[in-house]
């Protein structure tokens, strides 16, 4: 058997090696590696019928793999897989309950189910409640929660059972922006806070960008790359952008500005937005870009790296595997 390896000491929250799914002949992941620490938050990124689900069934042992292998908090979803229900929580894009019931009330039957004691269960739903922001609103009945609060119902529903691993498919889909950031926030929250290792499966790539410390890219069943956003910008010929301010009563014409910036190494693109000037380069010019600025007698007042933007990364890698997808 493959020695399971991860970064730190301790034993990794997911892992998979060689992990596959064919149906028929249509192969849905396909030789998938995957580690995530504890307290992680990574994305798995990807258009729609790119195996995200497929591999989220997988590691909860809903789905048996074709080949390859999977660990969740140790164990084989295959062959555990109640013991995986109990310690991973899992919120579906769509999760279900009933209307008719109040967040309070739904929130006991799940507990009830997951066995939890009545005690127990009267203070961690009043805690959880609390923790998504629905206090207020629990003991109104569901149907009258908009799509965000029951996603965020649907989290607190998961960590019930106080779990290990939270998988989350699709959470942000149909949120406005509002709604969006209070999942995120709410999933940040939990990965720093709780020390729970989360996946996040999403096609919504500036959504991922914010809350993922490492993302994997999943093109037709293959994650063709994986890391933080700057490594996998640097990985494909990606640039990194400086953002630079001068002071305002600095005279040096735009266009002598613009050339001695060209003209540094690395620099391939300089051009203004509004008050900042963003310098494209192929390494991290901050350095060289200031002391330039200081032999032409400029006050910097604002100096700052940008991450390249996700979405370029992306349709990057759709260019060279050449599929002609597009994703939101
Ligand atoms: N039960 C199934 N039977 C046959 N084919 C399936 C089944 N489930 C998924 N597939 C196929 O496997 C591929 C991956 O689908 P999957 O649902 O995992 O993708 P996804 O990235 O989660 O996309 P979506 O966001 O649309 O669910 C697709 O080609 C899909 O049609």
Request: some cysteine.
């Amino acid at each position: 058997m493959t020695v399971l390896t991860s970064t730190d000491d301790r034993e990794p929250a997911i892992w998979t090696d060689g992990l596959a799914k064919n149906y028929g002949n249509t192969v849905a992941v396909d030789d998938l590696h995957l580690e995530i620490a504890p307290g992680e938050v990574f994305g798995l990124l990807g258009p729609n019928g790119a195996g995200k689900t497929t591999t989220i069934l997988m590691l909860l042992g809903l789905s048996e793999p074709s080949a390859g292998q999977a660990r969740v908090v140790g164990l084989d979803p295959t062959r555990q897989a109640l013991e995986v229900k109990r310690r991973v929580g899992y919120v579906p894009d769509n999760a279900g309950f009933y209307g008719g019931l109040t967040g309070q009330q739904n929130l006991e039957y799940t507990a009830q189910l997951n066995g939890l004691d009545p005690a127990t269960r009267r203070d961690r739903i009043a805690s959880l409640l609390d923790e998504v922001g629905l206090a207020e609103r629990a003991d109104e009945p569901v149907r009258t929660y908009s799509h965000g609060m029951r996603q965020r119902l649907g989290i607190a529903d998961a960590l019930l059972k106080d779990p290990e691993v939270l998988i989350l498919d699709e959470p942000t889909l149909g949120l406005d922006p509002r709604g969006a950031d209070q999942v995120l926030d709410l999933v940040n929250d939990l990965a720093s806070q709780r020390s729970v290792a989360v996946l996040l499966a999403s096609h919504l790539l500036g959504q991922v960008q914010v809350v993922c410390s490492r993302v994997g890219i999943f093109v037709d069943g293959r994650m063709v790359a994986s890391g933080t956003v700057d490594e996998l910008a640097a990985q494909h010929g990606g640039r990194l952008v400086v953002e630079v301010q001068t002071a305002q009563d600095d005279e040096l014409e735009d266009q002598d500005l613009e050339e001695r910036l060209r003209d540094l190494p690395g620099i391939v693109s300089v051009h203004r937005e509004g008050e900042l000037w963003l310098v494209g380069a192929q390494h991290d010019a901050r350095q060289d870009i200031a002391t330039r600025l200081q032999e032409a007698g400029l006050t910097v007042v604002h100096l700052r790296q940008r991450s390249e933007e996700l979405g370029a990364i992306y349709r990057r890698y759709f260019a060279e595997e050449g599929s002609g997808d597009t994703v939101g």
